[in-house]
């Protein structure tokens, strides 16, 4: 499409060797330049005149060819054009084509005398071999949609009542277009138009103080434009035209990171996200632009749940009682200002921007889940792998419970990765009957509904996906919307009847929402549900026939992410098996396990796979549990002499959570039986002692094991050993202390005795 490439001009050098470059162009077109610079002054001139211009105006709608040519410098031409709708989305038989959009002087000079034409492949350039013909094949809007920027696809139409002029764009300063070209136009620019589909575009020529005007396009933009003849694949009376079954279906999906201390990381990284343009944000808007239309929503359940945590303020995993505060200050890589929140050391917030923007978006997101069809992904998005920890990963993400639960809202499982590909080996890890979407790529160009290993299957188009050809946003509504019924056109060409399944980018922003829809109202594109597409007749795939490449096996999860997740599982368990429970059924607290399940898998989800602090982020976030668990303590005495074989003793339990908590205290050694403690409720940062019975069996000193648990038996982690010195040592102190008594007490007699003799003997 573009011989010669300019690009943004930085230098004086760069600027002469741009003009020795089209030194030839100039000379050569010089009078045709004349022509054409005529032209954009005569806005009100007859449509007629352009129609029979001289030769010179047909010449100048062309680009020269031969010149210095750069792969991909579309992107770097000194003004960017953006189309930001096209009506209709089809070539029409009747009426005209508008296409508004957008003009941006990306270069650092203002740019003057700027002319704006629509592009099209013509009879005429398609005749001279100059430009292709209209694309009938999948494989052929793939191979346009990777045509580099320069490559001559069509030609200007010069035509006075399809221009624009604009005097002058200042440096980064943006002005709009818009273009109609009318069905006189149309028909003597194509006369006998073929079915298939077109290119069309906006090109833009000017001027600045650095650089001439040329024939060749300062700014460029290009997208498909399908048509299918009225009435098509129609064949008697009473038949209906061919359509093709299509399912639009919006993810909503991202990657969950969490801090150590559970809040959840990225908060500028959210906000974005969140807003019109975002990840989150876009697609939403996309949906929600629907109406009454079908669309169905691919949602991870983990998504909403940490929006729903973002706008109550992040909070940290364990709130503090009342009256309490953290007993611990946030490590610079968890201070509040990591996650751009106003925490206070509670781990709460006050109401800012990204509290405010994840509100509005989780009210919009229930409102919009309500419509439509839902599709829920295993919760965090957690990854299918050949691991055998992937079906205890994917059975807790199936058994987590989420705000899609408290809305009430249920919908068909599914599994889906972002770019169409699942792990073969992975699909048998699953223990349910979960609907699978599969790229065409893995599943193959014959199969458009299909059954793998019990599983429905839903093939996407992963060619539709990538969007438009650019170079501009090729994931722009227009750019997707003109993909998917280029797509749809060539299937209705080809006589195939297989369903379209198009799983929308996340870059796809909210611009242009309403007419994606309205321009899909096609009468041979019949919009519907992935759940009525599986309605289609199934062909069964057998898993080993499945296309996985092993580019793909590099970025999966890998086993020790899995086990560090599991790991954490358990952890959450255990901590919440001592909080005391609270009055509350909202509490925060109560949930602990819950939350610290959801923060486990999503460190697992398919947009972490090629994350290598996966595994450290989970393991941290475990070890951060421990330490917590590890200031409830036990501690005992240095040693305990029972009075007998039986007795009691003391020892003492600490809490010094921010939390009130419920321990017992459970011993165990030979020759010796403790008996289990009653419950103990501590209050946060508090001391209780504890009181335990023992019995010896023999004689000797026993160590004591004591170990710290939960109300159930579960160990937690804290122990302590105390020396018990047996009761029977306590008898023989007794018969030590009885046999003294009784020798004092014969010493006593014998002196009483003596005494009665010597009084007798001195009263004879």
Same mark, same amino acid.
């Given at each position: 499409?573009?011989?010669?490439?300019?690009?943004?001009?930085?230098? =004086?050098?760069?600027?002469?060797?741009?003009?020795?470059?089209?030194?030839?162009?100039?000379?050569?077109?010089?009078?045709?330049?004349?022509?054409?610079?005529?032209?954009?002054?005569?806005?009100?001139?007859?449509?007629? =005149?352009?129609?029979?211009?001289?030769?010179?105006?047909?010449?100048?709608?062309?680009?020269?060819?031969?010149?210095?040519?750069?792969?991909?410098?579309?992107?770097?031409?000194?003004?960017?054009?953006?189309?930001?709708?096209?009506?209709?989305?089809?070539?029409?038989?009747? +009426?005209?084509?508008?296409?508004?959009?957008?003009?941006?002087?990306?270069?650092?000079?203002?740019?003057? =005398?700027?002319?704006?034409?629509?592009?099209?492949?013509?009879?005429?350039?398609?005749?001279?071999?100059?430009?292709?013909?209209?694309?009938?094949?999948?494989?052929?809007?793939?191979?346009?949609?990777? !045509?580099?920027?320069?490559?001559?696809?069509?030609?200007?139409?010069?035509?006075?009542?399809?221009?624009?002029?604009?005097?002058?764009?200042?440096?980064?300063?943006?002005?709009?277009?818009?273009?109609?070209?009318?069905?006189?136009?149309?028909?003597?620019?194509?006369?006998?138009?073929?079915?298939?589909?077109?290119?069309?575009?906006?090109?833009?020529?000017?001027?600045?103080?650095?650089?001439?005007?040329?024939?060749?396009?300062?700014?460029?933009?290009?997208?498909?434009?399908?048509?299918?003849?009225?009435?098509?694949?129609?064949?008697?009376?009473?038949?209906?035209?061919?359509?093709?079954?299509?399912?639009?279906?919006?993810?909503?999906?991202?990657?969950?990171?969490?801090?150590?201390?559970?809040?959840?990381?990225?908060?500028?990284?959210?906000?974005?996200?969140?807003?019109?343009?975002?990840?989150?944000?876009?697609?939403?808007?996309?949906?929600?632009?629907?109406?009454?239309?079908?669309?169905?929503?691919?949602?991870?359940?983990?998504?909403?749940?940490?929006?729903?945590?973002?706008?109550?303020?992040?909070?940290?995993?364990?709130?503090?009682?009342?009256?309490?505060?953290?007993?611990?200050?946030?490590?610079?890589?968890?201070?509040?200002?990591?996650?751009?929140?106003?925490?206070?050391?509670?781990? !709460?917030?006050?109401?800012?921007?990204?509290?405010?923007?994840?509100?509005?978006?989780?009210?919009?997101?229930?409102?919009?889940?309500?419509?439509?069809?839902?599709?829920?992904?295993?919760?965090?998005?957690?990854?299918?792998? +050949?691991?055998?920890?992937?079906?205890?990963?994917?059975?807790?993400?199936?058994?987590?419970?989420?705000?899609?639960?408290?809305?009430?809202?249920?919908?068909?499982?599914?599994?889906?990765?972002?770019?169409?590909?699942?792990?073969?080996?992975?699909?048998?890890?699953?223990?349910?009957?979960?609907?699978?979407?599969?790229?065409? +790529?893995?599943?193959?160009?014959?199969?458009?509904?299909? %059954?793998?290993?019990?599983?429905?299957?839903?093939?996407?188009?992963?060619?539709?996906?990538?969007?438009?050809?650019?170079?501009?946003?090729?994931?722009?509504?227009?750019?997707?919307?003109?993909?998917?019924?280029?797509?749809?056109?060539?299937?209705?060409?080809?006589?195939?009847?297989?369903?379209?399944?198009?799983?929308?980018?996340?870059?796809?922003?909210?611009?242009?929402?309403?007419?994606?829809?309205?321009?899909?109202?096609?009468?041979?594109?019949?919009?519907?549900?992935?759940?009525?597409?599986?309605?289609?007749?199934?062909?069964?795939?057998?898993?080993?026939?499945?296309?996985?490449?092993?580019?793909?096996?590099?970025?999966?999860?890998?086993? %020790?992410?899995?086990?560090?997740?599991?790991?954490?599982?358990?952890?959450?368990?255990?901590?919440?098996?001592?909080?005391?429970?609270?009055?509350?059924?909202?509490?925060?607290?109560?949930?602990?396990?819950?939350?610290?399940?959801?923060?486990?898998?999503?460190?697992?989800?398919?947009?972490?796979?090629?994350?290598?602090?996966?595994?450290? *982020?989970?393991? *941290?976030?475990?070890?951060?549990?421990?330490?917590?668990?590890?200031?409830?303590?036990?501690?005992?005495?240095?040693?305990?002499?029972?009075?007998?074989?039986?007795?009691?003793?003391?020892?003492?339990?600490?809490?010094?959570?921010?939390?009130?908590?419920?321990?017992?205290?459970?011993?165990?050694?030979? +020759?010796?039986?403790?008996?289990?403690?009653?419950?103990?409720?501590?209050?946060? =940062?508090?001391?209780?002692?504890?009181?335990?019975?023992?019995?010896?069996?023999?004689?000797?000193?026993?160590?004591?094991?004591? !170990?710290?648990?939960?109300?159930?038996?579960?160990?937690?982690?804290?122990?302590?050993?105390?020396?018990?010195?047996?009761?029977?040592?306590?008898?023989?102190?007794?018969?030590?202390?009885?046999?003294?008594?009784?020798?004092?007490?014969?010493?006593?007699?014998?002196?009483?005795?003596?005494?009665?003799?010597?009084?007798?003997?001195?009263?004879?």
């Amino acid at each position: 499409m573009r011989s010669i490439a300019r690009a943004p001009h930085y230098s =004086h050098g760069v600027a002469e060797g741009r003009w020795a470059s089209r030194a030839a162009t100039a000379l050569l077109g010089g009078l045709l330049l004349s022509a054409t610079a005529a032209v954009p002054a005569a806005d009100a001139a007859p449509a007629a =005149h352009a129609a029979h211009a001289a030769p010179a105006a047909r010449a100048a709608s062309a680009e020269p060819r031969g010149g210095p040519h750069r792969a991909g410098s579309g992107n770097d031409s000194p003004l960017r054009i953006e189309i930001t709708d096209l009506t209709p989305g089809t070539l029409p038989r009747q +009426g005209p084509v508008q296409v508004t959009g957008t003009i941006t002087n990306t270069d650092h000079v203002t740019w003057r =005398h700027i002319t704006v034409y629509p592009y099209l492949n013509t009879t005429h350039c398609m005749g001279l071999g100059a430009c292709p013909g209209p694309m009938q094949s999948a494989s052929a809007l793939a191979t346009g949609a990777r !045509t580099d920027p320069d490559t001559p696809v069509g030609e200007r139409l010069v035509d006075a009542s399809a221009m624009q002029s604009i005097p002058s764009i200042a440096p980064q300063q943006s002005v709009t277009f818009s273009l109609t070209i009318s069905q006189q136009v149309l028909r003597r620019e194509l006369l006998d138009p073929q079915p298939g589909v077109y290119w069309f575009g906006v090109q833009a020529l000017g001027d600045s103080r650095t650089t001439p005007r040329d024939l060749v396009a300062d700014g460029r933009a290009l997208t498909f434009l399908p048509y299918v003849p009225a009435g098509y694949g129609a064949t008697g009376r009473g038949q209906r035209p061919a359509s093709v079954d299509t399912a639009v279906v919006v993810p909503l999906r991202a990657p969950v990171r969490h801090l150590r201390d559970g809040r959840i990381a990225g908060a500028r990284a959210w906000l974005r996200a969140l807003g019109e343009s975002g990840s989150l944000g876009g697609p939403l808007a996309v949906g929600q632009a629907a109406g009454g239309l079908p669309v169905t929503w691919l949602v991870d359940p983990a998504v909403p749940d940490a929006v729903r945590q973002l706008s109550l303020g992040n909070p940290l995993r364990l709130v503090p009682a009342p009256g309490q505060s953290s007993s611990s200050s946030p490590s610079p890589s968890t201070s509040p200002s990591a996650t751009g929140l106003a925490s206070g050391t509670s781990g !709460t917030a006050s109401a800012g921007p990204l509290a405010s923007a994840a509100g509005s978006w989780l009210d919009e997101v229930h409102r919009a889940l309500g419509t439509g069809q839902l599709l829920t992904l295993p919760y965090g998005d957690t990854q299918l792998t +050949g691991s055998d920890l992937t079906r205890r990963l994917y059975s807790l993400a199936r058994a987590q419970r989420s705000v899609l639960d408290d809305w009430r809202l249920h919908g068909r499982r599914a599994v889906a990765s972002p770019d169409g590909y699942l792990d073969p080996d992975g699909i048998t890890k699953t223990d349910d009957h979960s609907i699978l979407l599969l790229g065409d +790529g893995m599943v193959g160009d014959s199969v458009g509904v299909g %059954s793998v290993d019990g599983h429905a299957v839903a093939v996407t188009s992963t060619g539709a996906a990538s969007g438009g050809p650019g170079p501009d946003d090729r994931y722009s509504a227009v750019s997707m919307r003109q993909r998917i019924l280029s797509e749809a056109a060539v299937r209705v060409l080809s006589g195939d009847d297989r369903p379209l399944v198009v799983q929308l980018p996340g870059q796809m922003g909210a611009a242009g929402a309403t007419s994606f829809w309205s321009g899909l109202s096609q009468s041979w594109l019949h919009l519907t549900s992935v759940n009525a597409v599986l309605h289609h007749q199934r062909t069964e795939v057998a898993r080993a026939a499945l296309r996985y490449p092993a580019s793909h096996s590099a970025h999966q999860v890998s086993p %020790s992410t899995q086990r560090a997740a599991l790991h954490l599982v358990k952890a959450g368990r255990l901590l919440q098996s001592i909080l005391t429970l609270d009055t509350d059924p909202d509490s925060a607290n109560d949930r602990l396990a819950s939350r610290v399940t959801a923060e486990a898998l999503t460190g697992t989800s398919y947009s972490l796979g090629s994350d290598a602090d996966a595994a450290g *982020r989970l393991e *941290r976030s475990r070890s951060s549990l421990a330490d917590q668990l590890s200031k409830v303590s036990i501690s005992a005495p240095p040693g305990v002499t029972l009075s007998s074989s039986e007795g009691s003793f003391a020892v003492s339990v600490t809490n010094n959570l921010d939390v009130p908590v419920t321990v017992a205290v459970a011993a165990t050694a030979e +020759g010796a039986h403790v008996h289990k403690s009653a419950p103990v409720a501590l209050a946060a =940062h508090s001391r209780a002692s504890v009181r335990l019975d023992a019995h010896t069996n023999g004689p000797g000193v026993h160590n004591i094991r004591l !170990t710290l648990t939960d109300k159930d038996g579960q160990p937690i982690g804290a122990t302590a050993t105390v020396p018990v010195r047996s009761g029977t040592v306590g008898f023989v102190i007794w018969m030590i202390i009885g046999l003294g008594a009784a020798i004092l007490f014969v010493a006593i007699v014998v002196r009483l005795v003596r005494r009665l003799r010597t009084g007798r003997g001195e009263a004879a």
